[in-house]
């Protein structure tokens, strides 16, 4: 890989943050012949997938409430070492503990995973390219107060060579089962 730069960057203008929904799918290899592939653009779009292939991995979606999901993302680069990875962070909340939520929650915690994030501009981000996402905290319980969270706030975590990936919303969707 060459490390030279093409463009540079203009400010673009303000926007808003959050997440709107998480979509959480097993994961199944890191290629398209050990599990789901995809289809990387061109140019311009040299960080944005157009299409998934391979074994066909479901999306199930997570909705997240105003202000409660995040998804994060910190560059690692060691000098000394010569290395350079990013690592990704997603967390949720998800609220009225119930034996099914439980359940959900003990899953999530022993599985490996991808997760697809839909943020509250419409833009879907990949996480868990090609390393599996896995859970690395989970917080819950009743609460106390009236005001207080009954259910669960869920911590993923990965790591990959490559920032973050877009994704088209044809190519989420085409992964995503429906509600």
């Known amino acids: ?66 202000e409660t999901g995040s998804l994060t993302e910190a560059g690692n680069f060691n000098v000394q070492n010569g290395t350079a990875f990013y690592e990704q962070t997603v967390e949720i909340t998800v609220h009225n503990t119930t034996a099914t939520l439980i359940e959900q929650v003990n899953v999530l915690g022993r599985g490996r995973w991808r997760i697809l994030v839909l943020d509250v501009n419409g833009n879907y981000f990949l996480v868990g390219k090609v390393n599996p996402v896995m859970v690395s905290a989970a917080a819950g319980g009743l609460g106390k107060a009236f005001g207080d969270l009954n259910g669960f706030t869920i911590t993923f975590t990965g790591k990959e060579y490559d920032a973050l990936t877009q994704v088209t919303a044809a190519a989420a969707l085409s992964v995503i089962v429906s509600a």
Not at 2 to 24: N, P, W
Not at 25 to 46: Q, R
């Open 1 to 66: 890989m060459s490390c030279l730069i093409t463009e540079g960057y203009q400010i673009a203008c303000k926007g808003i943050a959050g997440v709107q929904a998480v979509f959480i799918g097993e994961w199944n290899g890191s290629t398209a012949s050990s599990g789901l592939g995809y289809t990387i653009g061109t140019g311009s779009s040299d960080y944005q997938i157009t299409a998934f292939t391979g074994a066909t991995v479901s999306f199930y979606e997570f909705q997240q409430t105003i």
